[in-house]
């Protein structure tokens, strides 16, 4: 492996590795020795232990078989009595790709991550430096906190999900982020790419939701011309876009089973081939994923992989809806205002207490999203200079028939139809009473007229019905 400055040398870290084969443990320590770690070896089980009793590490890398066996059973009672006598330490399990669901079952008795043989070094330098690094940071969770620009909230709930968040940017750990829609995971996801080594680097996502297993291949991996019958082009896939960045696959929950083990293999190998190309290729890649799936009940229901599950779920993060931290409403209503107001007008506007009232008192099904879209309509619609409580209302009536439509691409015209639907059905509801309709839609008479105008609504015309 090429001398690169990729990895953050080894500071002396100490690293326990334990295998019975002689010519892997020489080359693992050649390795990490390279990189500076401080390494010990062992042969056996109960050396682990030996050392364990009056040694501490900073991570330990257990190979699942000692002699004994193929079965990996040693491996596992191994690791059930270093948890015992060390919990806190992390371990890496080294299985062969054959024997891969004890690593698995290795995940659930506390193991850190695993590494399937034969490995690749850079792989195994970054699994133990993350290790370490999500360790340490927890020993010391106050250092150096950078903040995360962009995201507005001061909930507790919010802040503990930013404080891992800050925790995981800087390392290679792959991190699922779980919530529901709207709640902000690609925004996090784009911080954690943000505030990581990877920033320079391309941050690409993939939207997993109902691709087609071709698609998934194609998408992900790209493909030569003539790999399959509509490749007219060469096409580069999504993993080569996002080289030496982070890939962001999102609604994970949604990729079929078959696409699941292919995704597993890139992720586990950090290889993959290009369709119709069987030269392997290099990926080196984050992988943040993301869903609003219920991941453990699909695993228990065998519709998610476990050992999927495990490699893309080193750290999870769990954003919690908008209705479970109702004083971050305020603050995120503002924040929007001002946005809005500086791309579409010259003042900003104020939002009066009967609209903080209405926003306090909604439950926010789509959460962030359905907020910002309400805050953009209604800074839309606003011709005073202060938004009200009907004002937020109206723009929320609209929200709500527009998420109906399942139309998230907020096209002008849209916005066009849902201003003139309601304005025709407030007209009903007031008997053409246009002052009426002006105040519930909290817009002046002149305005009204104006969008009357715009719309081609006569005053009377909803009476005739
Ligand atoms: N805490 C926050 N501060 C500021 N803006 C936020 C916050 N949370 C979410 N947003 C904004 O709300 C919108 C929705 O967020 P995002 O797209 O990240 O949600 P999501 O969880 O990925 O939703 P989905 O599951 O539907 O894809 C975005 O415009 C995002 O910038
Ligand atoms: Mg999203």
């Given at each position: 492996m090429e001398e690169n400055k990729e990895f953050a040398h080894g500071k002396g870290y100490r690293v326990l590795v334990a295998d019975d084969d002689a010519g892997v443990r020489a080359a693992i320590s050649l390795l990490l020795r390279r990189f500076d770690y401080a390494v010990e070896l062992v042969t056996k089980a109960d050396e682990v232990i030996e050392r364990l009793h009056s040694q501490t590490y900073d991570v330990l890398l257990l190979d699942?078989?000692?002699?004994?066996?193929?079965?990996?059973e040693d491996g596992l009672e191994l690791l059930r009595k270093v948890k015992v006598l060390q919990p806190r330490t992390p371990v890496i399990l080294f299985t062969a790709w054959g024997t891969i669901s004890l690593a698995v079952e290795g995940m659930r008795l506390g193991a850190f991550d695993f590494i399937t043989k034969p490995w690749d070094n850079r792989i195994l330098l970054e699994r133990i430096e993350t290790a370490i690094a999500l360790h340490k940071s927890e020993e010391?969770?106050?250092?150096?906190?950078?903040g995360m620009a962009g995201i507005v909230g001061d909930s507790e709930a919010l802040q503990s999900v930013l404080r891992i968040a800050e925790r995981v940017a800087p390392t290679q750990a792959s991190v699922l982020i779980l919530g529901?829609?709207?709640?902000g995971k690609e925004l996090i996801a784009k911080l954690i790419h943000e505030h990581s080594?990877?920033?320079?680097a391309p941050f690409v996502k993939v939207?997993?939701?109902?691709?087609s297993p071709l698609l998934f291949e194609s998408e992900m991996f790209g493909h030569k011309r003539g790999?399959?019958?509509?490749?007219?082009n060469d096409r580069e896939g999504r993993i080569t876009m996002a080289n030496k960045g982070t890939i962001f696959l999102d609604?994970?929950?949604?990729?079929d089973l078959s696409c699941q083990v292919k995704l597993l293999r890139v992720l586990q190998d950090q290889q993959y081939e290009i369709l119709g190309d069987s030269r392997p290729q290099k990926a080196d890649v984050r992988v943040i994923s993301a869903t609003n799936a219920d991941l453990a009940q699909m695993v228990a229901t065998h519709r998610f992989r476990e050992d999927l599950l495990y490699r893309i779920n080193l750290i999870t993060l769990t954003l919690p809806p908008l209705r479970d931290r109702r004083e971050d409403i305020e603050k995120l209503a503002e924040y929007f205002v001002s946005l809005s107001c500086k791309e579409t007008r010259y003042t900003t506007l104020r939002i009066a207490a009967s609209a903080r009232h209405v926003l306090m008192s909604y439950?926010?099904?789509?959460?962030v999203r359905e907020l910002k879209n309400c805050i953009e309509r209604a800074v839309l619609l606003c011709d005073s200079d202060s938004i009200d409580g009907t004002l937020i209302q109206l723009a929320l009536s609209q929200s709500r028939s527009f998420n109906q439509s399942e139309n998230?691409?907020?096209a002008t015209g849209t916005l066009d139809r849902m201003e003139e639907e309601a304005i025709r059905s407030c007209l009903k509801r007031h008997n053409g009473n246009l002052t009426r309709v002006a105040e519930e839609l909290g817009i002046s008479r002149a305005a009204l007229y104006r969008r009357m105008e715009k719309y081609g609504i006569q005053q009377n015309e909803t009476l005739r019905q």
């Open positions: 699942m078989n000692y002699g004994s066996g193929t079965s990996g010391n969770p106050s250092q150096d906190s950078v529901e829609s709207g709640t080594r990877r920033a320079k939207n997993l939701g109902g691709m790999a399959f019958t509509d490749a007219y609604e994970i929950g949604d990729l439950p926010w099904p789509g959460n998230k691409t907020a």
